[in-house]
C-alpha cells in the first residue's frame, strides 16, 4: 500500500511517497514559492532527481505539478495516482475541535480553515492543500494528523493561563502545545528500544530544532509542554524568544512604536539565537562563534541549555519522577555539545551521560551510563511515518 504524505505550509508543499509494505520513502520533495513565482525539487530512492521553476499562483499548480513529477518523466515512480491508497495531511492547530487523528470530509477542511486564527501562518496552507488534493484525487480517502492532538490530554491546571476564563470561553485562548506527532513517534520508540510498555514510563521528550518543545509523557500521554498558545512558548529557539515576562512585549512595542503585528514579527523571527547571538539562528554557527570565544554567541547556547534543563527538573516534579530524557530534531539529533551540558550536574536526578557514547551524530542511541537512573536517549524523529502509519490504520479502519 502506498501512501503519500502532505505538509503544507502558506507558500511551500513538501510530500513523500511512503510504500507501507516495507515503510520506505519511495520519493520526496517540494514545491515551494507559491504564490510569488514556483520551484519544484523531487527526488527518488534511486537517486534521480527534478529541479525546475514553475508558475505556481496558488497550491492547486504545485499539487498538479507535484502529480507530474511522481507519475511522468526520468524521475517518475508511479504510472498514476491511482496506486496511491491515502493521502495524510500534517495540519499544525486542530485546537479542542481534533483530538485525534481524523478522516477528511469538507466540513473537516472548513473547520480547519476556520481554525486559521490560531495559527494564521499555516492553517489556511492546510486547508488550499486539501482542496486542491481533494480537486485532482476525488476519491482517494484523505486524513489529518494534528501537531496539536497529542497534547489535547494536558489537564486544565497546566493548560490554562491566568487570564479571565471568558477569554478561555470566547476566544479559546489556552495552551495548546504543538510537535505532537513527533513527541508521539519518539516516546513510542523509546518504549519499545527500552522493551516496557509506554503506560510504565515518566519521560521527558526534548524536540530541538529550528523550533523547539519540551513535553512530559506519562504513561504514554502529554501531561504538559513548553510551545504554549502559539509555538512562540517556551525554550529560546532559532528566531523565537520563547517565554518572557508579557509585560516585557508591551514594553519594547511601547519603545519601538511597534503595533501588534510587527511585535508579533520581533518576537518570532528577530529574536532567540539569532536575537541574542546578533549571528546566526542556526545552532552550528552558534556553537562554532561560542567555541571561538564569541560573548554573545555563548551566552545564546548557555540560555537555550539552562530552559532545557528546567523544563526537565520542572516535569520531573509535574510527573513526580522520571525513567527517561529524549534528544530528537535537528539539535536534539546532531549537537552533542547541547546534550551533554543539559545533562550536566543533573545527578541529583539520576541523569548521567557517557560522554564517549554521547559523541555521535543522528542516529538512535542510548548515551546514559549503566547505573544512570534515567535513561537518555537519541532518537531521531520521523514525523511523515507517523503521519503515514495514522493515515494506513484509518483507511483500514474505514
Ligand atoms: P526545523 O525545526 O526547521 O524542522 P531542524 O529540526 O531541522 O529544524 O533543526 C535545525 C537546527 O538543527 C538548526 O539550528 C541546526 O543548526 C541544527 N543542526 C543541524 N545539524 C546539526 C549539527 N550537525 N550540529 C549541530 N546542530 C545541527
Not at 146 to 164: E, N, S, V
Amino acid at each position: 500500500m502506498i501512501i503519500l504524505v502532505v505538509n503544507a505550509g502558506s507558500s511551500s508543499l513538501k510530500y513523500q511517497l511512503i510504500d507501507m509494505k516495507d515503510e520506505t520513502v519511495i520519493a520526496k520533495g517540494n514545491c515551494d514559492r507559491i504564490g510569488i513565482d514556483g520551484h519544484i525539487s523531487h527526488k527518488t530512492s534511486s537517486g534521480k532527481k527534478v529541479e525546475e521553476d514553475c508558475n505556481f499562483p496558488t497550491h492547486a499548480e504545485a499539487f498538479t505539478r507535484l502529480v507530474e513529477a511522481l507519475t511522468t518523466g526520468e524521475a517518475a515512480v508511479i504510472s498514476s495516482m491511482d496506486e496511491i491508497s491515502a493521502v495524510g495531511h500534517r495540519v499544525v492547530q486542530g485546537a479542542e475541535t481534533f483530538k485525534e487523528t481524523t478522516l477528511v470530509t469538507d466540513e473537516v477542511i472548513d473547520k480547519i480553515e476556520e481554525l486559521r486564527e490560531l495559527a494564521p501562518v499555516h492553517n489556511h496552507g492546510h486547508a488550499l492543500a486539501l482542496w486542491a488534493c481533494k480537486k485532482i484525487m476525488p476519491n482517494t480517502p484523505q486524513v489529518t494528523v494534528f501537531d496539536t492532538a497529542f497534547h489535547q490530554t494536558i489537564p486544565a491546571k497546566a493548560y490554562m493561563y491566568g487570564l479571565p476564563y471568558e477569554d478561555y470561553e470566547t476566544y479559546h485562548v489556552r495552551k495548546y502545545g504543538f510537535h505532537g506527532t513527533s513527541h508521539r513517534f519518539v516516546t513510542s520508540k523509546l518504549a519499545e528500544v527500552m522493551g516496557k510498555n509506554i503506560e510504565d514510563l515518566k519521560i521527558v521528550s526534548c524536540h530541538l530544532g529550528n523550533g523547539s518543545s519540551i513535553t512530559a509523557v506519562k504513561g504514554g500521554q502529554s501531561v504538559d509542554t513548553t510551545m504554549g498558545f502559539t509555538p512562540l512558548d517556551g525554550v529560546l529557539m532559532g528566531t523565537r524568544c520563547g517565554a518572557i515576562d508579557p509585560s516585557a512585549v508591551t514594553y519594547v512595542a511601547g519603545k519601538h512604536g511597534f503595533n501588534a503585528s510587527e511585535m508579533d514579527s520581533y518576537m518570532n523571527k528577530k529574536s532567540g539565537l539569532l536575537g541574542v547571538s546578533g549571528k546566526s539562528s542556526d545552532f552550528r554557527d552558534i556553537t562554532a562563534a561560542s567555541e571561538a570565544g564569541d560573548y554573545r554567541a555563548n551566552l545564546a547556547k548557555d540560555i537555550l541549555v539552562y530552559d532545557i534543563k528546567k523544563d526537565i527538573g520542572a516535569y520531573a516534579a509535574a510527573m513526580n519522577g522520571l525513567d527517561a530524557i529524549i534528544f530528537t530534531g535537528g539539535i536534539g539529533e546532531n549537537a552533542p555539545n547541547c546534550r551533554e551540558e543539559v545533562c550536566k550536574d543533573m545527578e541529583y536526578l539520576g541523569i548521567k551521560i557517557d560522554e564517549e557514547a554521547n559523541n555521535f551524530k543522528g542516529e538512535l542511541r542510548k548515551i546514559s551510563t549503566p547505573d544512570s537512573k534515567v535513561e537518555v536517549w537519541v532518537i531521531p524523529t520521523n514525523e511523515e511515518l507517523l503521519i503515514a502509519r495514522d493515515t494506513l490504520a484509518m483507511v483500514n479502519k474505514k
